[in-house]
């Protein structure tokens, strides 16, 4: 069964302390890994789409990893704006592309 | 290049009535997804369209469908609705269906049943 946890639940942080968040998976058939960040009142906003490990991408002050059973979001010297939910979903094999199995996200709040 | 479109924002109904909501995705973009967002179960998967054809449903009973249009413009219609139906609906658009382009999510309906 496609399964994703992520963890912490939920973190808090000041201003300019980094840190990692993470998402473990599933192993078989995967077809991508995504990192999503939703803000309250919104869609999920994509971020970052990994296919296989080792694989590893950035966008300003967030950094995506991905192994064979975990999948990483470090966070470098977060600002107040960087505060939202985070997700992770994964998407299986199949001809369903649009099918993702999503975590229960990570609470995000980074203090001034 | 406009985002995912969904109307209405928001949406009360009474148990038992039945409901439409509608998804316009990002133009050219062909697979549409419906998602179902509560505060206990998180999102999950109710069904995907590509080309009008459903080519997936997720684990919701009946009273859940939804069609694509030839523009790829989508509906989902809840029917005999129920207070448990209360919940975010998201819809999201990919450009192909091959599997590489991500999903890109609309701000949802809101529907409060009452």
């Known amino acids: 069964e496609d399964q994703v946890t992520q963890s912490p639940e939920a973190l808090r942080l000041q201003e300019g302390e980094s840190s990692s968040l993470n998402c473990s998976y599933t192993v078989s058939g995967l077809r991508g890994l995504f990192w999503y960040r939703q803000d309250p009142g919104k869609g999920p906003e994509f971020l970052f789409t990994l296919y296989s490990a080792g694989e590893e991408k950035e966008k300003e002050r967030l950094k995506a990893t991905l192994t064979k059973k975990e999948s990483f979001l470090h966070i470098t010297a977060p600002k107040p704006e960087d505060s939202a939910t985070y997700l992770c979903?994964?998407?299986?094999?199949?001809?369903?592309?649009?099918?993702?199995?999503f975590g229960q996200g990570t609470i995000l709040t980074v203090h001034p | 290049k406009a985002g995912v479109t969904q109307t209405p924002r928001y949406l009360i109904k009474t148990r038992g009535q039945q409901v439409t909501l509608s998804c316009s995705p990002i133009s050219g973009h062909r697979s549409v997804s419906w998602y179902q967002q509560t505060p206990g179960q998180g999102l999950q998967f109710l069904f995907e369209?590509?080309?009008?054809?459903?080519?997936n449903k997720g684990n919701f009973p009946g009273r859940f469908s939804g069609r694509q249009f030839s523009n790829s413009r989508s509906e989902m219609n809840v029917s005999t609705l129920e207070l448990g139906d209360s919940a975010l609906y998201l819809c999201?658009?990919?450009?192909?269906?091959?599997?590489?382009?991500?999903?890109?999510f609309g701000n949802g309906t809101r529907l409060t049943v009452t």
């Open positions: 999201a658009s990919s450009l192909e269906g091959t599997g590489k382009s991500p999903l890109h």
């Open positions: 369209y590509f080309s009008e054809t459903q080519r």
């Open positions: 979903a994964r998407r299986a094999g199949g001809t369903s592309y649009g099918k993702l199995t």
